[in-house]
């Protein structure tokens, strides 16, 4: 099989459910701009996690695999028919256990803090506004499964407590705003 089809060369892309749409498509740039924070997780992982936080990065980054084929399959053809693309109320839940894990390591939160750290910890803050502006999209598609958003919205907000957990087990003093 090739990786290219050419099919793309005017400007239009197939959902799902076969139906072409613009590559300009809120669509497309909703499940794109997962694909970006996908990617960005990728460069994270690439700067050396410990195995703990780099097994939660990959089942994030399969999750996204999962978001991004829901986004792009909007008559839902697949959802019902693929598992490794069902997200429900327990992947929402895994997040939130893993948020409150980490936070029970950290130093409370007094005040807003500047990104950066070391090279994973500030890679996961830019990760964690690149999800926002999915989840942005999303909203903006009005259309969206609701346990998709939260699952978004929980996203963003483990990535800013695993930010700081990584900074704080590398050693790496939070520079407070």
């Given at each position: 099989?090739?990786?290219?089809?050419?099919?793309?060369?005017?400007?239009?892309?197939?959902?799902?459910?076969?139906?072409?749409?613009?590559?300009?498509?809120?669509?497309?740039?909703?499940?794109?701009?997962?694909?970006?924070?996908?990617?960005?997780?990728?460069?994270?992982?690439?700067?050396?996690?410990?195995?703990?936080?780099?097994?939660?990065?990959?089942?994030?980054?399969?999750?996204?695999?999962?978001?991004?084929?829901?986004?792009?399959?909007?008559?839902?053809?697949?959802?019902?028919?693929?598992?490794?693309?069902?997200?429900?109320?327990?992947?929402?839940e895994r997040l939130e256990g893993w948020i409150d894990r980490l936070e029970a390591e950290l130093p409370p939160l007094r005040r807003f803090i500047l990104a950066g750290g070391s090279p994973a910890g500030a890679t996961l803050h830019l990760a964690r506004t690149v999800f926002r502006r999915a989840e942005r999209r999303m909203v903006a598609l009005g259309v969206v499964d609701p346990v998709l958003l939260a699952y978004v919205n929980r996203l963003s907000d483990f990535l800013f407590v695993l930010a700081r957990a990584v900074n704080h087990r590398a050693g790496i003093s939070e520079v407070e705003w």
């Open positions: 099989m090739k990786i290219y089809t050419k099919t793309g060369d005017s400007g239009t892309t197939n959902l799902f459910d076969g139906t072409r749409i613009a590559k300009s498509d809120p669509r497309v740039d909703a499940y794109g701009e997962v694909d970006e924070a996908n990617a960005v997780l990728g460069l994270v992982r690439a700067s050396g996690l410990d195995p703990e936080v780099d097994a939660m990065v990959v089942q994030v980054q399969r999750d996204l695999f999962a978001l991004g084929s829901r986004l792009a399959d909007p008559t839902e053809r697949i959802a019902d028919r693929v598992q490794k693309v069902s997200l429900g109320a327990d992947d929402v």
